[in-house]
């Protein structure tokens, strides 16, 4: 019956969500191994959900299959690095192309977001959120959907390196005035003044990552 399907969809989006949600904050790290029962029984559904949800995962990257079994994706250096230069890529030419025709409502929105950035005593996943979603601005700005879908996986997957960036001293202020100088860019309709600001932005999370992850010690296969 489709109220059938519209029940067990519902389920296995929650599922999906829940894990979505721990894998992106570390609670279920790189290696660690999923057991569909396990998972089925401690959030009290069948395992039909459980594993569509991982299926769904997997489709996005953020788990493997091996013989051995479900595991959450790991990440190498190699991996950090080519995804924060598809990353560049992406926004470069999104805000280049946008900051000259973006739509009314996105520009609205970027100015909310970067008011909202500016609140330091904001608490950190709440500013983490505020700051992905002033890129995830950007890359629509250009009205590219394949772009702005192949930007969302992109972050997905860097997303819990940017807890480790934020551990470097003064950066949330420091990422401040870096927005402020995007934002300016765009509202001044300055396509290379745009691409020079976020190259800097991008940049600077790389080698601050670099950085952090040495002194925090983080292994090949987390950064």
């Known amino acids: 019956m489709l109220t059938d399907r519209i029940y067990r969809a519902t389920y296995q989006e929650q599922v999906y969500n829940i894990l979505e949600k721990m894998i992106l904050t ?3 790290p790189p290696g660690k191994r999923l057991v569909e029962l396990e998972l089925a029984t401690s959030l009290g559904v069948s395992r039909s959900p459980v594993r569509e949800a991982i299926l769904q995962l997997e ?3 953020l788990v493997r299959n091996t013989r051995g079994g479900w595991f959450i994706s790991e990440i190498s250096i190699q991996d950090v690095a080519e995804l924060y230069d598809l990353r560049k ?3 470069v030419y999104a805000g280049k192309v946008g900051c000259l025709d973006c739509p009314e409502e996105i ?3 970027m100015k909310v977001n970067a008011g909202e950035l500016e609140d330091q005593d904001l608490e950190v996943e709440v500013w983490r959120e505020r700051n992905r979603k002033f890129h995830e601005l950007i890359v629509l700005s ?17 997303w819990w390196c940017s807890h480790v960036a ?3 001293k003064d950066r949330r202020r420091l990422s401040i005035l870096e927005h402020k100088e995007i934002l300016e860019a765009f509202l001044g309709q300055d396509p290379e003044r745009v691409e ?3 190259c800097e932005h991008i940049e600077t999370v790389q080698n601050n990552l670099r950085k952090e992850g040495a002194r925090m ?7």
């Open 26 to 28: 570390n609670e279920l």
């Open 59 to 61: 489709q996005e990257g």
């Open 89 to 91: 890529l992406i926004e």
């Open 107 to 109: 520009m609205s929105e």
């Open 142 to 158: 250009c009205g590219n959907k394949k772009m702005h879908e192949v930007f969302v996986r992109t972050m997905k997957s860097l």
């Open 166 to 168: 934020l551990a470097v």
């Open 196 to 198: 020079k600001a976020i």
């Open 217 to 223: 010690g983080f292994v090949l296969n987390r950064i």
